[in-house]
Nanobody, 118 residues
Framework: QVQLVESGGGLVQAGGSLRLSCAAS????????MGWYRQAPGKQRELVAT???????NYADSLKGRFTISRDNAKNTVYLQMNSLKPEDTAVYHC????????????WGQGTQVTVSS
């Protein structure tokens, strides 16, 4: 069974930076898309960024320029570098992976809390 484990969340002041990591572990799997989503209190989960295995990236328009997604395919790990953080970035950040092997399925991590103080 493949699992996603996030790390790197925490409390940071506005203007600061954080780097989130999400590692996939298990046996004999392949991942096509990895990404990050976030959910703030009282709001729906929203896309932050995604990255394909070949490196193509997609970002929420409002986050372009401040957030950078990257991926290490050898480690089955996706990263999210978040700069110039704002209080409105406060949310639970969830890692997402779309597997193609052993079968097509979508996995979610448990989430990591990011809190930005003003």
């Amino acid at each position: 069974q493949v699992q996603l484990v996030e790390s790197g969340g925490g409390l940071v002041q506005a203007g600061g930076s954080l780097r989130l990591s999400c590692a996939a572990s298990g046996r004999s799997f392949s991942i096509d898309v990895m990404g990050w989503y976030r959910q703030a209190p009282g709001k729906q989960r929203e896309l932050v960024a995604t990255i394909l295995s070949g490196g193509y990236t997609n970002y929420a328009d409002s986050l372009k320029g401040r957030f950078t997604i990257s991926r290490d395919n050898a480690k089955n790990t996706v990263y999210l570098q978040m700069n110039s953080l704002k209080p409105e970035d406060t949310a639970v950040y969830h890692c997402n992976a779309i597997l193609t092997r052993p079968y097509s399925t979508t996995l979610w991590g448990q989430g990591t809390q990011v809190t930005v103080s003003s």
